[in-house]
């Protein structure tokens, strides 16, 4: 009897190259799941889209188990409950496993709805570094009929920031007189440490005319104004994964290490709401989800 060919080293090293990549790609997907990057349903649709993935690949025990909220016994429960075996990986599911299943994500973590009625106004929110300061910027330089809310803050400007084209830049004095004339629209203390703020008037006037209106603001301010102007439309804005929105703090290089964890430990929090929002757009790229906000404003103002 002879023993059967031995692979070539090369193949052997690339193989394990792809093994490794695909571990990883698998270890990111759940780290995405589990920070709220992506929904439960994405990866379902991933997995059924493309079945060697990472999505497609994952087996269904990590994928409960990454989910928030969800230990090794609830798991083993849903498990039982939907007769799934726990060696089944998500891109392997039969019909009936996968529509009981996303039927029971649908229940638990429901995907955000869009609301009727909207107005022209847009709002555009999501953790720290995403990207939303840069994403109004461009829609700023490309659609001059969109109306950029500035807004004021304590904070100190960063290099190549402009007083009363980025922010109005103000002290705290300043700030405390805005809030005691009713002369903004939103206003709260982002990270404990600064305030920011939206004036009324701009806005108010805009909205009358009906204009579309972008205003770039933070988490807290987004819930202020869906109080004060129920008609608007809530966007959060996503990182294409939770690395790279780690991997864009550190490239900013405005942060130290501490303020960096601490901005981290805040975005978990912040993606944690994205449900509350009528629209969610992924900033993988600028010029595309600059287009989909866009898309979004003229839909609400037709």
Not at 5 to 27: E, G, I, K, Q
Not at 222 to 237: I, K, N, S, Y
Request: net charge neutral; charged share 30%; with cysteine.
């Amino acid at each position: 009897m002879t023993d059967s060919p031995r692979p070539p080293d090369v193949d052997r090293a690339a193989a394990s190259r792809l093994a490794v990549a695909a571990r990883r790609a698998r270890a990111s997907l759940k780290r995405d799941l589990a920070t709220r990057v992506i929904t439960p349903q994405e990866a379902m649709r991933r997995a059924a889209a493309d079945a060697t993935s990472a999505a497609g690949t994952l087996r269904v025990t990590e994928f409960l188990t990454a989910l928030p909220a969800i230990g090794e016994g609830k798991r083993d429960r849903l498990l039982a409950e939907m007769r799934i075996s726990p060696v089944k990986r998500l891109g392997g599911l039969g019909a009936r496993q996968r529509a009981a299943l996303c039927s029971w994500l649908d229940a638990r973590f429901p995907e955000p709805r869009p609301r009727p009625g909207r107005s022209s106004l847009v709002v555009l929110a999501g953790p720290t570094a995403v990207g939303k300061g840069t994403v109004a910027a461009h829609i700023r330089e490309h659609h001059p009929d969109v109306m950029l809310s500035v807004s004021a803050t304590t904070r100190a400007p960063r290099p190549g920031e402009v007083d009363g084209q980025h922010y109005f830049f103000t002290d705290d004095a300043e700030f405390d007189r805005l809030i005691a004339d009713g002369e903004l629209l939103e206003w709260a203390t982002v990270h404990g440490v600064h305030r920011y703020g939206t004036p009324r008037g701009p806005i108010d006037r805009a909205i009358a005319e009906g204009r579309p209106v972008l205003l770039e603001i933070d988490m807290q301010g987004a819930f202020q104004v869906r109080q004060a102007e129920p008609r608007a439309t809530l966007v959060f804005l996503l990182p294409p994964s939770w690395d790279e929105l780690g991997d864009r703090l550190v490239g900013r290089g405005t942060e130290d290490a501490d303020e960096r964890a601490r901005r981290l430990r805040t975005a978990r929090v912040e993606l944690a709401s994205q449900g509350e929002f009528d629209y969610r757009i992924v900033n993988d790229d600028v010029a595309e989800a600059a287009a989909q906000v866009v898309d979004l404003m003229q839909a609400s103002a037709r």
